[in-house]
């Protein structure tokens, strides 16, 4: 699954990856694309953090390939930040994911 814009991360029902997680923040992060340089992650002031490789993020990172996301429990692996810039994750407000479930974000190949 793709989106081509603002992907949230948190426990908000508003928000497009819903993560039910106590150690995650309502609006915990977000992801977008950012044209041929990949993706960005940014943390939206949350009291856990919001982890890529181990290091706790202030503000913005550029993913790469490979990278590894923590939010709270759960971690999500970058599969491939060049592409066409969209992460991979539903258009709609999903189902909450239970902590520790995996999920692959990067880049798609142009297809919608």
């Known amino acids: ?13 508003g928000c497009v990856l819903r993560l039910d997680d ?17 993706i960005t ?7 856990n953090g919001t982890w890529v490789n181990d290091d706790r993020i202030a503000g913005s990172r550029a993913l790469a390939a490979g990278d590894r996301v923590r939010i709270g429990g759960s971690e999500f692996i970058v599969d491939d930040a060049t592409g066409d810039g969209a992460p991979v994750t ?3 407000t999903a189902e909450p ?7 692959l974000v ?5 297809d919608a």
């Open 22 to 38: 106590p150690k995650v923040s309502r609006r915990h992060a977000t992801l977008e694309p950012s044209g041929r340089a990949g």
């Open 90 to 92: 539903s258009t709609t």
């Open 106 to 110: 990067g880049a798609g190949e142009g």
């Open 41 to 47: 992650i940014r943390d939206e002031g949350s009291l």
């Open 1 to 13: 699954m793709e989106v081509h814009g603002e992907l949230t991360v948190g426990r908000d029902p």
């Open 97 to 103: 994911l239970e902590v520790g479930h995996t999920v």
